[in-house]
């Protein structure tokens, strides 16, 4: 595609649901990576694919946490059981090999009532 | 380990002003270097990068350079405008497999007229 595209944009939850966000990265890209912002503060790293593996785990912040990347392209993070502070926004990014600039989404807004 | 300082925000200047918005690393090996902007509603986009030492990035007027010795890359601009109000974010590549983007912790500029 033309960019990396997310979905849904926006998603309102209510606590102790579970949700899934999704990240459609540039045609061709191997590497793939999920941020979170919240309000106020910077880019939390989460998690990284490269191709469908995922070298680096080290960023997700509970075992409510999980992601998969099926066929080198589509990611899901899926967050179980949402708590109030998963509130923020997902960013997911590509890049056309690991360590090169990357791409990111307009992020999906998660906010859990 | 590897990480990335930016000096502490807000930043507020008035029109033409000079702008420094200072990034300081932490890394092993040679990373590559990037300023990442994001503007009010909209994702995170590439501003512009440096791959090796004393490269300097430029673009839309602004400009970093890459310096080994102090471990730095700061940004500058000569004259800000009001449209450059966003959250600059400076970022590190450490060119090794299996390692994700690691980003500062963002700098809010306003600029007013």
């Known amino acids: 595609g033309a960019g990396v595209s997310q979905s849904p944009s926006n998603k309102v939850t209510e606590k102790g649901k579970d949700v899934e966000l999704r990240c459609d990265p540039i045609?061709?890209?191997?590497?793939l990576y999920w941020y979170r912002q919240s309000l106020g503060q910077g880019l939390e790293f989460l998690i990284y694919f490269q191709g469908n593996s995922a070298p680096d785990k080290s960023g997700l912040p509970s075992d409510r946490f999980s992601a998969e990347r099926t066929g080198g392209s589509v990611s899901t993070l899926t967050i179980q059981r949402t708590q109030q502070e998963d509130s923020a926004v997902y960013l997911c990014a590509s890049s056309q090999q690991e360590n090169t600039e990357a791409f990111f989404g307009q992020g999906t807004r998660l906010t859990v009532v | 380990g590897n990480s990335v300082t930016q000096m502490e925000g807000p930043v507020t200047l008035s029109e033409e002003a000079f702008l420094t918005i200072n990034c300081t690393y932490t890394a092993t090996g040679y990373p590559s270097l990037f300023w990442y902007v994001q503007y009010p509603g909209e994702g995170l986009q590439l501003l512009l990068k440096a791959t090796k030492a004393d490269d300097k990035g430029s673009n839309k007027g602004f400009e970093a350079t890459y310096r080994k010795e102090t471990t730095s890359f700061h940004l500058e601009k000569g004259s800000v405008q009001v449209s450059d109000s966003a959250v600059y974010f400076c970022a590190l590549s450490t060119n090794q497999a299996g390692t994700a983007l690691i980003f500062g912790k963002g700098t809010t500029l306003s600029v007013s007229s």
């Open positions: 045609s061709g890209h191997t590497a």
